[in-house]
């Protein structure tokens, strides 16, 4: 049995097992697990205060009672300290674009440079950001957050000087984007260098600059790769909480939606019709 042969057959064996009825049950057993608690809090979120504290959401049906006043208080009533939530999720909006744009435009340029530049050390440099994948993000917040609030210096010697950003929204895109560097470089890299090789060649040949390659070639070709990693970026920044929290420097005015809700958890524990609201807004 020839190569060929036996990955044609793997393949359908592969194939068959992913479309058999058990397959097809344990889809639909995961989706509705999945689905049950978003749904649940959907419910929930349109439920009278009283209605909430004194019955299940799954008893809604039985007798429906759909109130707005949760999303009108959560969006639209702040506090003396807290302004309402409907500025916040401006902040994650202003947060989240630009973490997910600085690090995707930077990423896609380094990765066609590595796939298809050759340069000495393009191997080393390649596993060097490899390696960067396994270092915890948690490691890196405290320095980070040093050269933020105090620039870098060495004796007496500054390197970075403090650049009065702390409490702006810079220094929370300025860490999304290098905690997302690695991987997105890892990716793209994987999916750029399996452009066939004659395909840039003959553009070569034809006059094709190494900018027209990338605008004309390698950037078309590679719009499935962006777009699954503009995705996976942007859900994580949206939901994250531990970034916005540390770098935001307690600041109201670039605080996102998630340092919000978690302060609500801590002082509202029992306000449970604007703690679904706010949590089915942050989705």
Known sequence: MTASAASVRAKGRAKNIF???????????????????TFGLLVSSIRPEKDINSSGWWTFF??????????????????TT??????????????????????????????YALAWFDFRGRDTLF??????QVVPLQLTLVPLLQLFA?????????????????????PIWIAHTIFALPLAIFLLHNFISQIPKELIEAARVDGAGPFTLFSKIVLPLSVPAIASF?????????????VGLTFGAG???????????????GTRGSGWEVL????????
């Open 62 to 79: 039985s007798n429906p009672n759909i109130s707005f006043e949760n999303y009108q208080k959560v969006l639209f009533e702040g506090t």
């Open 230 to 242: 503009l995705i996976f970026q942007f859900l994580w920044v949206w939901n994250d909480l531990l």
């Open 251 to 265: 600041s109201k005015e670039v605080a996102p939606m998630t340092v919000r809700i978690a302060e609500m958890v």
């Open 150 to 170: 105090k620039g870098l210096q060495i004796g007496d010697v500054t390197i970075i000087p403090d650049l009065g950003i702390t409490g702006t929204y810079i």
């Open 82 to 111: 807290n302004p309402p939530l409907f500025q916040f999720f401006f902040n994650s909006l202003a947060v989240t674009l630009p973490a997910v744009i600085f690090p995707i435009t930077l990423a896609v340029f380094a990765a």
């Open 19 to 37: 479309s058999s009825p058990i397959a097809s049950a344990a889809a639909w057993i995961i989706a509705v697990v999945w689905t049950v608690p």
């Open 127 to 132: 596993f060097g950001i490899f390696a960067l």
């Open 276 to 283: 679904t609201a706010g949590a089915f807004i942050s989705m």
